[in-house]
């Protein structure tokens, strides 16, 4: 899926490219024409509909890529495991720790840090 995606991005960013590079000419009507051959004759109406195509398309080949890349990240922390939790073994006694036998109050969840909502 990535490849297709990058596939995707790259024709329609050569397209765009092709397009621009061969019809710099303007008028009411325009021959629209890539490496000497000319293809059909477009108004202003169907060339900006045409672009806006151009650009979906290669909106959908980002978000293919990006898509592939969320997928082989989630593959792989699954394969990774489950997180291993922190002990007070795995690191020296500071003090206000369990470890040096005073109450520590550890906030809950993420990791140690508390959560802030915004606005309240």
């Given at each position: 899926?990535?490849?297709l995606g990058l596939l995707l991005m790259a024709a329609s960013g050569a397209f765009v490219g092709l397009l621009i590079a061969d019809n710099l000419s303007g008028g009411p009507d325009y021959q629209v024409t890539i490496l000497g051959h000319?293809?059909?004759?477009?108004?202003s109406l169907s060339v900006f509909l045409a672009g806006v195509a151009l650009a979906l398309i290669f909106c959908l080949g980002l978000a293919m890529m990006w898509?592939?890349?969320?997928?082989?990240?989630?593959?792989?922390?699954?394969?990774?495991?489950?997180?291993?939790?922190?002990?007070?073994?795995?690191?020296?006694?500071r003090p206000g720790s369990a470890g040096s036998g005073a109450a520590a109050e550890e906030p809950a969840g993420h990791g140690g840090r508390v959560r802030h909502l915004f606005g309240h």
């Amino acid at each position: 899926m990535l490849l297709l995606g990058l596939l995707l991005m790259a024709a329609s960013g050569a397209f765009v490219g092709l397009l621009i590079a061969d019809n710099l000419s303007g008028g009411p009507d325009y021959q629209v024409t890539i490496l000497g051959h000319d293809l059909v004759t477009l108004n202003s109406l169907s060339v900006f509909l045409a672009g806006v195509a151009l650009a979906l398309i290669f909106c959908l080949g980002l978000a293919m890529m990006w898509l592939a890349r969320r997928l082989r990240a989630r593959r792989l922390r699954r394969a990774a495991g489950p997180p291993r939790a922190h002990t007070d073994a795995d690191s020296p006694s500071r003090p206000g720790s369990a470890g040096s036998g005073a109450a520590a109050e550890e906030p809950a969840g993420h990791g140690g840090r508390v959560r802030h909502l915004f606005g309240h």
